[in-house]
């Protein structure tokens, strides 16, 4: 089993900076792809951005250019750094893990998700 945890949410003014970070532990040897969704209250959980165990990375187009995902392969860490924030950024932010394929709604293992709002 993995266990996945994220951390770093908090309340933001436009234009301002985040940094996510998301840990997995347990049996995290076999992780190979970490992935990013959101989801905003009242919608479907949505892709944000993922990484390959050899740091290969895919964003949205909602978010490419201002958010960075990058992997401490070590520690089994990826984070998130969310820069020029806006307010349609406001969501849960959950992190993914998987052995295998990406990790999506209902496949690979989840984090509880960490709130990220962002006021203006």
């Known amino acids: 089993q993995v266990q996945v945890v994220e951390s770093g949410g908090g309340l933001v003014q436009l234009g301002g900076s985040l940094r996510l970070s998301c840990a997995a532990s347990?049996?995290?040897?076999?992780?190979?792809?970490m992935a990013w969704y959101r989801e905003a209250a009242g919608k479907q959980r949505e892709f944000v951005a993922t990484i390959t165990g050899a740091g290969t990375t895919s964003y949205s187009d909602s978010v490419k250019g201002r958010f960075t995902i990058s992997r401490d392969g070590a520690k089994n860490t990826v984070y998130l750094q969310m820069n020029l924030l806006k307010p349609e950024d406001t969501a849960v932010y959950y992190c993914?893990?998987?052995?295998?394929?990406?990790?999506?709604?209902?496949?690979?293992?989840w984090g509880q998700g960490t709130q990220v709002t962002v006021s203006s």
């Open positions: 347990g049996r995290s040897s076999s992780i190979y792809v």
């Open positions: 993914g893990a998987a052995s295998y394929g990406v990790p999506r709604p209902g496949f690979g293992f």
